[in-house]
């Protein structure tokens, strides 16, 4: 699978496309979302499992009421970004069937788990700490 194929994925900077198992977007603030790609990499490779990318969102204004010309900002996905998941659904959804996508998914669920489990275990400590030196 040629880089040559996916423009958007090559001016990210990506020069394995073969090695994507798979992504996950999201929006930790409102002008801002993180594309998150995974990789497959060959046993004893030193580049990276994940790599993250932050993008900005473009900034518009948006009309609520026109009688009072009241008007709130309005976040839009990035173009490139759009076109970049593009590419990476067209990836994925060659390796990947039904039953693996699900798979992933489960395996990503429980990671988070794991991941949100330990950091309010640590908050838990924290709180502990600070009551008992006060």
Avoid: C, W
């Avoid at 009421?65 to 593009?86: F, K």
């Avoid at 039904?98 to 949100?116: A, C, G, Y």
């Avoid at 924290?126 to 008992?132: A, D, Q, S, V």
């Amino acid at each position: 699978m040629s880089v040559s194929g996916y423009p958007t994925l090559s001016s990210m900077g990506i020069q394995n496309p073969n090695q994507i198992t798979g992504y996950v977007l999201s929006q930790p603030r409102a002008d801002t979302d993180l594309l998150r790609i995974k990789y497959q990499r060959p046993k004893g490779s030193f580049l990276p499992v994940t790599r993250s990318y932050k993008i900005g969102r473009s900034q518009r204004m948006h009309v609520i009421d026109s009688g009072t010309n009241q008007t709130e900002m309005v976040y839009e996905i990035s173009p490139m970004l759009s076109r970049a998941v593009a590419e990476l659904d067209k990836i994925v959804n060659k390796h990947l069937s039904q039953k693996e996508i699900l798979q992933q998914i489960s395996i990503e669920v429980e990671r988070m788990e794991t991941d949100f489990l330990a950091e309010i275990a640590s908050l838990r400590q924290l709180i502990e700490k600070l009551e008992k030196s006060a």
